[in-house]
Structures are given as C-alpha cells and as structure tokens.
C-alpha cells in the first residue's frame, strides 16, 4: 500500500519487522524469508520545495538538535559544519552531518540567561572528500578510503574529551 505522506519510523517498529538497513546499497529490508520486503531508500527530493525562512526559539541555557537549510547546491552529500557563533551566546555545533533535500541536522547552543527568538540559520557544509588521494591508495568497493575513520577523526575537535569519550569517538568513527 502506498502512503502519499512522508513519515519517521520509530525503532520499536524497526525491530518488530526485523529491519535490516544498508548504507551501502541505500536499502531497507523488512521481515525475514518468505516475509521480506525490501525498498531502495531513495534521497529526498527538492523538487516543487520552497524555502520560507521559520524563527527559532531557543529556551535559556540549552541545546537543541535543529534540521537547518544548507547553503548552496541541495544535492545530497555529507559533509561538516564549523562550529560558530551566529549571535552573542548562541552557537551552531561544528558537526558532522548529511544534507538531504537541501538540509541538515545539526546542535544549536543558547548559552544565555534569556530565552532567543531568531531567524533559522543557514549552514555551511564543507563536503568530505571521497576522492582518490596519495596517501591512502586502498579503497572499498564505493571508492572511499578504507582508512575513513582516520581522515574523519583527524577533522574533529576532540581535545575537550577524556581518554574514555575520545576512544569511544575513535570507536564509532571506526565502525561508521
């Protein structure tokens, strides 16, 4: 059946229909053997969009997750954003992140004593390479480096972190 809506699958539905998710080939798979369905997951489309400028409220002293525009091209790519302040007390996070019909998910920081009201920021994503390059000649089947995790590591902040936040940041990094 088809639903002419977009939606977010929650994980509780996710595991009841034994979803397996592959990045690799954009694939969902759900259900098992003579149950399964399996759907290309298709990128987001921008076509017939357009963009109204929303305000953003931002309660004192807290950090919200944001989807935010991105500036230029929407094509879908993934890439990372700088950290910066976009007004006296209020940070975007410097993150990496995907950009799918033209946005973003990212961490807006209000480090204020008052609530904000403000325009939604537009955010810079500088794309990460997955061109060939000297230094790392051995690549996987989508032509990234095999040694991603280093190439990602060595473009994040992480001397805020303890030995035990920054292993487990090499971690995921390494399984991603």
Known sequence: MRVP????????????????????????????????????????????????IRRLVLPSRTELVVRLPVNGEPCNREGITAKR???????????????????????????????????????EVTAIETGPDEQSPERDGNGRNLNRAEEVLKRLRLEHLNDEERKQVEKTCAAY
């Open 5 to 52: 809506c977009e939606g977010i699958l929650g994980g509780d539905l996710l595991e009841s229909a034994v979803a397996k998710i592959c990045y690799a080939t954009r694939t969902l798979t759900l259900g098992t053997s003579s149950d399964k369905v399996n759907k290309a997951l298709l990128p987001l489309s921008t076509e017939g969009l357009t963009r109204a």
């Open 85 to 123: 302040e976009i007004q006296a007390g209020v940070y975007l996070a410097g993150a990496m992140t995907g950009v799918q019909a033209g946005y973003a998910i990212t961490r807006v920081t209000n480090t204020n004593s008052e609530d904000i009201k403000i325009d939604e920021p537009e955010l």
